[in-house]
């Protein structure tokens, strides 16, 4: 009975709701909702852009700015002119954290194997880090640049300097040591710093200009 009055309830409810419904009309202007290609905004960016010369002047700027990375990259961070001579040296073996496997699941090197670059890879030249900047650093790899034997034979690697202009003086390839992306890996904080291969391990000398050259 008490389901019956409430089920009775509402349906008079609903009525009296209905009996008093209204249709008040649309009051203002309803738009879709609509979103811009990006493709034709940034095309409309630069059609202005262009109107006014500032593409080209843009275009200018970052020729220029790009110019100026190549010809003089940022100096590498945290190096200084050595003050003494250290002798130390780097061994890049590497230890497999876990079994390397190939496409067939076969394992390659097992887990705790020990892999050394240089039992199949020989450094062939020695690597000169230097301050192109530093007209003592320049003087001394022009120096070891003139030593003759297979041995002592070198790459220039600058950390600070114009590796395009100093290539063209010394009419050899001279290099940039990127972000320090190898003196960071080899430990390297002082240069000049020269690095040859001894048996199965890298030996780097940071070198006091004047105490031994």
């Not at 811009?36 to 020729?63: A, F, V, W, Y």
């Amino acid at each position: 009975m008490v389901i019956r009055k409430t089920v009775f309830f509402l349906l008079c409810l609903g009525q009296l709701f209905a009996c008093h419904a209204k249709d008040f009309g649309v009051h203002g202007k309803i738009a879709p909702i609509e979103e811009e290609d990006p493709l034709i905004l940034i095309q409309s960016k630069l059609k202005t852009m262009e109107e006014r010369g500032e593409l080209e002047r843009h275009n200018r700027e970052l020729q220029k700015k790009t110019k100026a990375a190549i010809e003089r990259p940022k100096p590498v961070e945290g190096l200084s002119k050595a003050i003494k001579t250290r002798i130390f040296y780097y061994d890049p073996t590497y230890i497999v954290p876990e079994d390397l496997k190939d496409h067939q699941g076969r394992i390659i090197h097992s887990k705790g194997t020990r892999l050394n670059p240089l039992e199949t890879v020989i450094l062939s030249q020695g690597l000169l880090f230097f301050d192109g900047d530093d007209s003592d650093q320049v003087a001394f790899a022009k120096e070891k640049l003139k030593e003759k034997s297979t041995e002592s034979s070198i790459k220039l690697i600058l950390v600070k300097g114009a590796p395009l202009a100093l290539s063209k003086e010394l009419k050899v390839p001279v290099y940039f040591d990127q972000s320090g992306l190898l003196t960071k890996k080899l430990r390297i904080h002082h240069v000049p710093a020269l690095v040859t291969q001894q048996a199965l391990r890298l030996r780097i000398e940071e070198i006091k200009l004047g105490e031994k050259e």
